[in-house]
T-cell receptor
């Protein structure tokens, strides 16, 4: 089955700096890669996703890149703000007739003012 | 639109007791998921429903966990009997269709503590 590894487990940056979180997946058949943000005690919320036919996607200060050959994808947050502080989860899914997300272990991002 | 609803939000039980969680997905969402999120880890899929049928329960500990989705809307997840290692947040999610590349919307979760 699919296995998703995520690094780093914690990331501390100063406000205004960039943050990068990296994930690798094991199954080359995976074709959908969402990123979720989970604030303390809250539900996970989708912030951006990418499909396997696209190499990069950007939405304001966040972007995701996908390297299918290397089987890794990354989340980039620019001009970080204290409200970006949260746990971020990557996930991968194959289209086997139904979507099955396998999540990474999460990255705790702390943005200091 | 209203989001995914779950209840209760918190539950404390002793080991070997039973517990049930309830989920009401977003109206019109055919696919419903139950995840277990242990502290410090990512959500792990327990079971997935398409309407009222199970499409994946490969990671559900069937000796103690059960779930149903009567009439293809609300769902309940039950644990009987509970073990200490079942302490976790149980998240329900729903999506519009079963195919890949559909956003899953999560509920607020039920935090279970087993003493």
């Amino acid at each position: 089955g699919e296995n998703v590894e995520q690094h780093p487990s914690t990331l501390s940056v100063q406000e205004g700096d960039s943050a990068v979180i990296k994930c690798t997946y094991s199954d080359s058949a995976s074709n959908y890669f969402p990123w979720y943000k989970q604030e303390l005690g809250k539900r996970p919320q989708l912030i951006i996703d990418i499909r396997s036919n696209v190499g990069e996607k950007k939405d304001q200060r966040i972007a995701v890149t996908l390297n299918k050959t290397a089987k890794h994808f990354s989340l980039h947050i620019t001009e970080t703000q204290p409200e970006d502080s949260a746990v971020y989860f990557c996930a991968a899914s194959m289209n086997t007739g139904f979507q099955k997300l396998v999540f990474g272990t999460g990255t705790r991002l702390l943005v200091s003012p | 639109e209203a989001g995914v609803a779950q209840s209760p939000r918190y539950k404390i039980i002793e080991k070997r007791q039973s517990v049930a969680f309830w989920c009401n997905p977003i109206s019109g969402h055919a696919t419903l998921y139950w995840y277990q999120q242990i502290l410090g880890q990512g959500p792990k899929l327990l079971i997935q429903f398409q309407n009222n049928g199970v499409v994946d329960d490969s990671q559900l500990p069937k000796d103690r966990f059960s779930a149903e989705r009567l009439k293809g809307v609300d769902s309940t997840l039950k644990i009987q009997p509970a073990k200490l290692e079942d302490s976790a947040v149980y998240l329900c999610a729903s999506s519009l269709a079963r195919l890949a590349a559909n956003e899953q919307f999560f509920g607020p979760g039920t935090r279970l503590t087993v003493l």
